[in-house]
């Protein structure tokens, strides 16, 4: 019985293993974050849910934001009496990570072992491609299938031009289209919303993620709002990220409006987010193309007949440039290897400039 309890919160065999491997489980058991605040965590256990701290060797180890537990973590717990402690934090599956917020970089876990992100955007001033491109590389990076979910179908007035906007800017990835309020197209995300099966929410405020957690769950559990009539922005209405169970058996990990996504990682997400430009860059006639104005290029020459959008290679090429300037922030010998790239394109330039 606790066995298949575990496994409604998305207990699986890479967790099962993790946990064969602690040295001293004794008289501890698997809970699994479902809110986390601060200080204090919410945790559902087998048995139940109850109230959790960090041990004080966990304070001391988990220094970095990235290694504190973050909600749908997987967790040692010790289920004392009075508040329970949580002791190791398991291996994650998956990560949703971004750079946090500010001038510090640093990652914040946004969602941990998600199976499917479902990236929501509305159909009304919201809508922007170029958003979508930028959280499909944090998904990909991740570890968890993206969706794209199109919501407020009944604000556009052509609905099929938007959706193939956004086939172009997420190749390959499944895009939905709901009208979350009226309660049309929901049944169409079951096939992601299974028994044991985890599922976050991401967007920006306004965009009807509330709204689409009440109608999953058929009741009002969210508070929702109207957005500004000025601008077709909201206002923040879920104030922190919870992990919800749902009648079909499925979890939903519900987050805030964010109002920036700044990347980190590598350029494994970046890669398979922009796909179709990976593909074209093989026939480029330099190997550290750029794409820029380098003679030969590939991609440019996809722009130039119309079978690549100009703004999708700008909005690669600006990505790329903020992973690649994260990760050589800290790091002398990758500065000044940039540099180094940098005098050879422009070097190669002066040789072959541009014709026109």
């Given at each position: 019985?606790?066995?298949?309890?575990?496994?409604?919160?998305?207990?699986?065999?890479?967790?099962?293993?993790?946990?064969?491997?602690?040295?001293?489980?004794?008289g501890?058991v698997?809970?699994?974050?479902?809110?986390?605040?601060?200080?204090?965590?919410?945790?559902?256990?087998?048995?139940?849910?109850?109230?959790?701290?960090?041990?004080?060797?966990?304070?001391?180890?988990?220094?970095?934001?990235?290694?504190r537990?973050?909600?749908?973590?997987?967790v040692?717990?010790?289920?004392?009496?009075?508040?329970?402690l949580?002791?190791?934090?398991?291996?994650?599956?998956?990560a949703?990570?971004?750079?946090?917020?500010?001038?510090?970089?640093?990652?914040?876990v946004?969602?941990?072992?998600?199976?499917?992100?479902?990236?929501v955007?509305?159909?009304?001033?919201?809508?922007?491609?170029r958003?979508?491109?930028?959280?499909?590389?944090?998904?990909?990076?991740?570890?968890?299938?993206p969706?794209v979910?199109?919501?407020?179908?009944d604000?556009?007035?052509?609905?099929?031009?938007?959706?193939?906007?956004?086939?172009?800017?997420?190749?390959?990835?499944?895009?939905?289209?709901?009208?979350?309020k009226?309660?049309?197209?929901?049944e169409?995300?079951?096939?992601?919303?299974?028994?044991?099966?985890?599922?976050?929410?991401?967007?920006?405020?306004?965009?009807?993620?509330?709204t689409?957690?009440?109608?999953?769950?058929?009741?009002?559990?969210?508070?929702?709002?109207?957005v500004r009539?000025?601008?077709q922005?909201?206002?923040?209405?879920?104030?922190h990220r919870?992990?919800?169970?749902?009648?079909?058996?499925?979890?939903?990990?519900?987050t805030?409006?964010?109002?920036?996504?700044?990347?980190?990682?590598?350029?494994?997400?970046?890669?398979?987010?922009?796909?179709?430009?990976q593909?074209?860059a093989?026939?480029?006639?330099?190997?550290?193309?750029?794409?820029?104005?380098?003679?030969g290029?590939a991609?440019?020459?996809?722009?130039?007949a119309g079978?690549?959008?100009?703004?999708?290679?700008?909005?690669?090429?600006?990505?790329q440039?903020?992973?690649?300037?994260l990760?050589?922030?800290?790091d002398?010998?990758?500065?000044r290897?940039e540099?180094?790239?940098?005098?050879?394109?422009?070097?190669s330039?002066?040789?072959?400039?541009?014709?026109?």
């Amino acid at each position: 019985m606790a066995k298949q309890a575990l496994e409604e919160l998305g207990w699986s065999p890479f967790f099962a293993e993790a946990w064969s491997d602690l040295s001293s489980p004794e008289g501890r058991v698997p809970a699994r974050v479902v809110v986390a605040h601060a200080r204090v965590l919410r945790v559902r256990a087998a048995e139940g849910e109850r109230l959790a701290e960090l041990s004080g060797r966990l304070r001391q180890a988990a220094r970095a934001s990235v290694d504190r537990p973050a909600v749908g973590d997987w967790v040692v717990l010790h289920p004392r009496a009075g508040r329970a402690l949580v002791e190791v934090v398991l291996p994650r599956r998956t990560a949703f990570v971004r750079r946090a917020a500010g001038n510090v970089t640093e990652q914040q876990v946004l969602a941990a072992n998600v199976d499917t992100v479902f990236l929501v955007m509305g159909l009304d001033r919201d809508f922007n491609p170029r958003r979508i491109e930028r959280a499909l590389v944090l998904a990909w990076e991740s570890g968890a299938d993206p969706v794209v979910l199109l919501n407020k179908s009944d604000l556009c007035d052509d609905i099929d031009a938007r959706r193939a906007e956004v086939e172009v800017a997420a190749p390959g990835v499944p895009v939905r289209v709901i009208a979350a309020k009226e309660g049309e197209g929901l049944e169409a995300l079951a096939p992601w919303l299974r028994r044991g099966r985890t599922v976050a929410l991401l967007g920006s405020s306004g965009v009807g993620k509330s709204t689409i957690v009440n109608r999953l769950l058929g009741e009002e559990r969210q508070k929702t709002r109207e957005v500004r009539e000025s601008d077709q922005r909201g206002r923040h209405t879920t104030t922190h990220r919870e992990l919800v169970a749902l009648p079909s058996g499925g979890l939903l990990l519900d987050t805030p409006g964010l109002r920036e996504i700044q990347l980190w990682g590598t350029e494994e997400g970046l890669a398979t987010a922009f796909e179709d430009i990976q593909a074209l860059a093989p026939g480029c006639r330099f190997r550290d193309c750029a794409h820029q104005s380098e003679p030969g290029c590939a991609v440019q020459a996809a722009v130039e007949a119309g079978e690549l959008p100009g703004a999708r290679l700008a909005s690669f090429q600006k990505l790329q440039a903020e992973l690649r300037s994260l990760e050589i922030r800290d790091d002398p010998l990758l500065q000044r290897e940039e540099k180094a790239r940098w005098r050879s394109i422009m070097s190669s330039l002066k040789r072959h400039p541009p014709r026109g």
